[in-house]
C-alpha cells in the first residue's frame, strides 16, 4: 500500500482487458493538452504584447514629431513679426506645410503656327 500507483494496480488485476499503457496514454494525453493550451495563451500574450509595443512606439514617433514642430514655431514667431496672427488650422499645431507650386504661364498666341514657332524657339 506505499506505492504510488498501489490503486491503479489494483484496477489493472481485477479488470480485464486493461493495460499499463492505457493509464500513461490518458496522462500523456493531458499533458499534450495543457501544454498545447499553454502554448496558445503564450502566443496570444506575445501577440497582445508586440501591438502594445508598436502603439507605445507610434505614441513616441507621434510626441517627437509634435515636439520638433512646437519648437519650429517657436523659431519662427522668434524671426518672424507675424507672430500673432494664427489661421485656422494652426491652431491644434498639427497644421500641414503649405507649398506653392509654379506653373507655367499659358501661352496666348493668334495661331498654332506662332505657338509652335514659340516653342521652337524656346527649345534651341
Known sequence: KRSVHYDDLWNIKY?????W???TEK???ERRIREQK????????????AAYMAQVEAG???DFIEERRKKRKEKESGVGGDAG???????????KKKRK????KPFEGDSAVAAKSAILG???
Do not use: C, P
Open 60 to 62: 513616441k514617433k507621434l
Open 85 to 95: 496672427v494664427k489661421g485656422k488650422d494652426e491652431d491644434d499645431g498639427l497644421a
Open 122 to 124: 524656346s527649345l534651341v
Open 101 to 104: 507650386i509654379r506653373q507655367k
Open 38 to 49: 499553454l502554448r496558445v495563451e503564450m502566443m496570444e500574450v506575445k501577440r497582445e504584447n
Open 15 to 19: 479488470l480485464k482487458g486493461f493495460k
Open 21 to 23: 499503457s492505457h493509464l
Open 27 to 29: 496522462v500523456a494525453y
